[in-house]
């Protein structure tokens, strides 16, 4: 087993330390490091979003104690879940959740290009600069469509150019500078201006930034071409203004950085992703720190003070991304390496508090969004991982039954980071729906409690791997007994039924619906 980077492993202990120091400034007590099955699935929450599968959680034994964890990110980084899953989130912030304009928009294309570009480990900054300066089909260039997501229907194909600025700098930037589209910051939420120097932010800061788009369109003769840019002039009405303005392409801050004054895309796209431009990094790695413990460091995540201040973390992890080259692979390892996100969501003897989880003295508890109870629920049902070797059956079951799943508990859309609490129509759907029914009821091909409740040798390994498949960790000695008395004297369909019941019992628990 090679030992992680140095390049991972110093900057987690500097992102520790600083966090210690913090928590021991307000006196509070920190939680001790949490079962190795705990951690690792809270990394299969993060990069695949669904909990391990027994199958899964045996190789891992495997493994000596002291690498589990870092084998089981490696594994899964190595896997082709990790990269569509987290195109699936990034995409989210890049182009919204609505379906976008019919013929000029192929979100499954999108998609499946940033799953690409994750897969070959090409660095986020790149990836961007393609999005931000792209043109061609939005087919054979699937870039393309981040910008044609924003063009509407009767806009002679231009693209919107107000939405377009309103993505760059909540998805890039980590900045809701989206406000000031009508008016002045008034109110003083948004600081601008240059380090040191800071200004709020006014009308004008948003359609400088705005005026880089306004040459994108897909129309005229060459529309079959695809996105092109031609000369346009941005005009706008500016708030208290009788006559519309034209309006220059300036970036809102750090003005010391647009080095090319052309106002090309090109341009934007290069001080957008500038190793100098904080933002950028400070951005992706709020993004990618809230994938992995349920919940950014700062929020919400793409509302991020320009000036600051900033958690110490923050800072120090967004120094090392840029370092890495924006490497996402090191930035996820980074983040797993540190004894933050391995500790424990429980104190002994003494309550969690609000203040606990807010300085990431205990691991802070979460719902699962709706996509993570669907997939969870489908993979506890089966024994073996469903992955890309799996039968095609297995994973356009995974695939389709999920959407359908998510859509009737309710997709959270593209603010699926805020906080909410589990509905009872919610739990009803769960508990009498369809969707865990038909996975827990006698099947022995199929479902892993008819699986387990034919094939265990004994009522106390039937119950040990129940608990495994669903809550990713071993029953206590009182759960033991319990459920161990519950299946005692049934035999075969009986037993079958039986543990398709203890099956239904865990996965409708509270601790199955919650990263901890």
């Not at 090679?2 to 900057?11: G, R, S």
């Not at 002679?156 to 600025?165: F, I, K, L, T, W």
């Not at 807010?358 to 996509?371: E, G, K, M, N």
């Not at 919610?426 to 006698?442: E, F, H, P």
């Amino acid at each position: 087993m090679t030992p992680w980077q140095e390049n991972v492993l110093l900057p987690a202990r500097q992102i520790d330390q600083q966090i210690a120091a913090e928590i021991d400034r307000v006196g509070l007590t920190q939680a001790d490091t949490a079962d190795w099955r705990t951690i690792c699935r809270r990394i299969s929450l993060g990069l695949v979003g669904n909990s391990l599968s027994l199958e899964e959680l045996r190789a891992i034994e495997q493994i000596d104690s002291e690498h589990r964890v870092e084998w089981w990110t490696d594994y899964l980084l190595a896997d082709s879940r990790w990269s569509h899953y987290f195109s699936e989130r990034f995409s989210r912030a890049f182009v919204g959740t609505n379906e976008g304009p019919f013929l000029l928009f192929r979100r499954r294309i999108f998609q499946l290009w940033i799953a690409d570009e994750f897969r070959k480990g090409t660095p986020y900054d790149q990836i961007v600069q393609r999005m931000l300066a792209a043109e061609g089909l939005w087919t054979d260039k699937p870039e393309v469509n981040f910008l044609t997501s924003t063009i509407k229907n009767g806009s002679d194909g231009r693209v919107d150019e107000a939405v377009a600025a309103g993505r760059t700098s909540r998805a890039f930037l980590g900045m809701r500078i989206d406000c000031m589209q009508c008016h002045d910051d008034v109110l003083g939420n948004v600081s601008l201006g240059e380090p040191g120097a800071p200004k709020t932010g006014t009308q004008l800061d948003f359609h400088q930034l705005a005026a880089y788009f306004s040459g994108a369109r897909v129309a005229g003769p060459n529309a079959l071409a695809g996105l092109r840019d031609e000369s346009h002039s941005y005009q706008v009405q500016l708030l208290g203004d009788e006559d519309e303005t034209e309006v220059k392409p300036s970036v809102p801050y750090s003005k010391s950085l647009d080095i090319r004054k052309d106002g090309s895309r090109e341009a934007l796209a290069a001080w957008v992703t500038s190793p100098e431009n904080k933002a950028f990094s400070r951005a992706t790695v709020n993004r990618v720190w809230a994938l992995l413990f349920g919940k950014p460091l700062i929020d919400p995540v793409d509302d991020i003070p320009l000036n600051g201040p900033f958690p110490p973390a923050l800072e120090t992890l967004a120094d090392a991304f840029a370092a890495s080259h924006f490497n996402l692979r090191d930035l996820v390892k980074t983040i797993v390496s540190t004894h933050t996100f391995r500790r424990d969501s429980r104190l002994e003897e003494l309550p969690v508090t609000a203040e606990h989880e807010s300085t990431w003295a205990t691991f802070p508890l979460t719902q699962l969004r709706p996509d993570q109870v669907a997939a969870s629920l489908n993979q506890a049902c089966r024994l073996q991982m469903i992955d890309d070797d799996s039968s095609i059956f297995s994973q356009l079951e995974r695939s389709f039954t999920r959407n359908d799943f998510t859509k009737e508990y309710g997709d959270r859309g593209e603010d699926e980071f805020k906080a909410q609490n589990v509905t009872v129509p919610q739990r009803l759907i769960v508990m009498n729906g369809k969707y865990l029914r038909d996975r827990i009821d006698d099947n022995p091909i199929a479902n892993a409690s008819s699986q387990i409740g034919f094939l265990a040798i004994d009522d106390e390994h039937a119950v040990v791997a129940a608990y495994l498949a669903t809550l990713n960790r071993l029953p206590t000695e009182t759960e033991r007994t319990a459920m161990v008395d519950e299946l005692a004297g049934l035999r075969r369909s009986a037993r079958s039924k039986g543990v398709g019941d203890l099956f239904w019992i865990l996965l409708n628990s509270t601790e199955f619906l919650w990263n901890h």
